[in-house]
């Protein structure tokens, strides 16, 4: 590792998106913190990226817990590591009419999307001194309501404008970016029971593509990273059209094929 790569700890991070970020991290020389729940996909990712140079330490974490950010912070303490940049990637979706939802599975929802990024930034920015980079994992979805996804809208909703706001705070103090992908081939929309929606037959994108777009906005200091061109566009035509249109045309695409 080059001596200012930095470590970082990256949360969600045996699939998907946060796979992706591991590798495209480990690539530039920083080593790497990797937590999530499955043990097993943890430790092999972190046995290739051991390969490639860089130390990769796993911890294998449910984060599903009011208690999982303090805990986390201090499993980091014990094993001694220094972390430089926090990205805060796991997050999970529920799909389908608010009024039939779990309400179970809405309170992870909110604790994994919303409470335990809050949580991390909070506890690790004390950790970086004069320096620092957190990386959140938003989504473009989170710039308009989503029918049939509200409250995964709305928790990335939180993100992006909490992330904004402390990056605004934190300027040249702490680099702030929030990551704001569309749809991405990745397990979530099966995990979330919506593999049948429109979501994601329109368009999507790769997670390594994702991850290096979200490597190069951080490293750059942006504050707002939207990686692909059509999500750029559905962003923009988001900000100019009337508010019932907005609605109605997130609820088509949210709905069943």
């Excluded at 499993?75 to 939802?101: K, Q, W």
């Excluded at 988001?238 to 088509?252: C, L, Q, T």
Aim: charged share 25%.
């Amino acid at each position: 590792m080059s001596d200012d790569a930095g470590t970082a700890l990256i949360t969600g991070a045996s699939s998907g998106i946060g796979a992706a970020l591991a590798r495209e991290f480990a690539a530039h020389g920083h080593d790497v913190v990797l937590v999530a729940r499955r043990e097993d996909r943890l430790d092999a990712l972190a046995d290739d990226l051991d390969g490639e140079g860089v130390a990769a330490t796993p911890i294998a974490m449910d984060l599903d817990r009011a208690t999982a950010a303090g805990d986390l912070h201090e499993a980091v303490t014990e094993r001694g590591l220094s972390v430089s940049i926090l990205v805060n990637n796991v997050g999970v979706g529920t799909y389908g009419p608010f009024a039939d939802s779990d309400l179970d599975a809405e309170r992870t929802q909110l604790r994994l999307n919303v409470v335990l990024p809050v949580e991390l930034t909070r506890l690790f920015l004390d950790e970086f001194d004069g320096g620092g980079k957190v990386l959140n994992v938003g989504s473009v979805a989170g710039f308009q309501p989503g029918p049939n996804l509200a409250t995964y809208y709305a928790s990335k909703a939180y993100v992006n404008s909490f992330s904004e706001a402390i990056a605004e705070e934190l300027r040249d103090e702490v680099t702030v970016t929030v990551l704001c992908p569309g749809p991405v081939d990745t397990e979530f929309q099966d995990r979330a029971g919506m593999g049948d929606s429109t979501v994601g037959s329109l368009t999507s994108n790769a997670p390594a593509a994702v991850a290096e777009a979200a490597y190069e906005g951080l490293l750059a200091g942006e504050t707002v990273v939207i990686p692909s061109k059509a999500m750029r566009a559905v962003d923009l035509l988001g900000r100019v059209m009337p508010r019932p249109v907005v609605r109605r045309v997130a609820g088509w695409v949210n709905s069943d094929r």
